[in-house]
């Protein structure tokens, strides 16, 4: 993980990708991002719940998400990125027991005045298929 | 070819398109550090603009800031967990006539959140303390999906400093489902 530094935008190329990163979910990394996100919906911290709406368990709320996926890129992009936009698309629910793997790839990359904005393409996948995928744009200093 | 049956759900629902989802808020609380302190524990995101003043301050934020994936985490309303399951699980009771009541009222329950744009015109500082409005931009028309029979509906809410400064949006589309109409065969697909 790179959040001591920011990489240099000069050095960031369109097609780079990012270090990819697996999270090892339980249900008690849902509860504590559907919590610390201020969301109680019973499906994101009761199985039961979670099964009577069809669901295979508890599975993660999309405030969490977004934060996950803000953090993915971030853990590249540094303490000096400033997010811009963060949209995703849900598929698979991300529930216990199954991995979510992230990758991310810069897509876009353009110069605006004493900055440099970035288009990330980024999936968060599990073995049940993708749970978000969708892009976040950022920037970076100019140096 | 034959007429598509009248959707007489989605007719009542017509009046909600384009108007306020419930009255403006005024966030709970300020941003602040004891709730993005929560947040980067629950996310371990190790990222020191948020919590490390001193390397905040080294940074071009200047200071610490909140993490920008919060912006929804401001406005979310204090619950009412008293009778929750009889709402549908839905955590708050609210007065307001509005989309989500008329569907839950109609039979379809369950909620997925599907699609998520968020935009963040400038990050957050601890004090700021932001209100929250939303508008019903669209519903779909019924669509049989591996949850049941539902609705899409998609609103966009707006996040205001107190001087009225837009602060970040969202766009946010959530799915409205009958989960006693699942089609045992696509469910089986889904998990």
Known sequence: MSTTASPQSRDVRVGDELPPFELKLTSTLIVAGAIASRDFMPAHHDPAFAKAQGAPDVFMNILTTNGYVARFVTDWAGPEAILQRIEIRLGAPAIPGRPLRFSGRVADKREAGDECVFEVAVRAANDLGDHATGTVTLTLPRE | ?191
Not at chain 2, 47 to 58: F, G, V
Not at chain 2, 90 to 103: F, G, H, T, W
Request: proline content about 8%; overall charge neutral.
């Open chain 2, 1 to 191: 070819m034959a007429e598509p049956a009248r959707d007489e759900v989605r007719t009542r629902l017509e009046k909600y398109v384009g108007k306020p989802m419930g009255a403006p808020s005024l966030a709970p609380d300020p941003v602040n550090v004891p709730m993005i302190r929560h947040w980067v524990a629950a996310l371990d995101d190790r990222n020191p603009i948020y919590l490390d003043a001193a390397a905040a301050a080294k940074t071009r934020h200047g200071g610490l800031v909140a993490p920008p994936a919060m912006l929804q985490v401001w406005g979310m309303p204090s619950p009412k967990l008293e009778g929750i399951a009889e709402r549908g699980g839905s955590p708050v009771e609210s007065a307001a006539d509005n989309v989500v009541r008329a569907l839950d009222a109609e039979g379809f329950t369950g909620t997925l959140a599907t699609n998520s744009e968020l935009e963040f015109v400038r990050y957050l500082r601890p004090g700021d303390r932001l209100h929250v409005s939303s508008e019903l931009e669209s519903i779909s028309s019924r669509k049989s999906t591996a949850l049941g029979q539902g609705y899409f509906v998609t609103w966009v809410t707006t996040y205001q400093a107190e001087d009225g400064e837009v602060v970040g949006r969202q766009r946010f589309r959530i799915l409205k489902f009958d989960p006693g109409t699942i089609d045992p065969s696509r469910r089986k697909a889904a998990s």
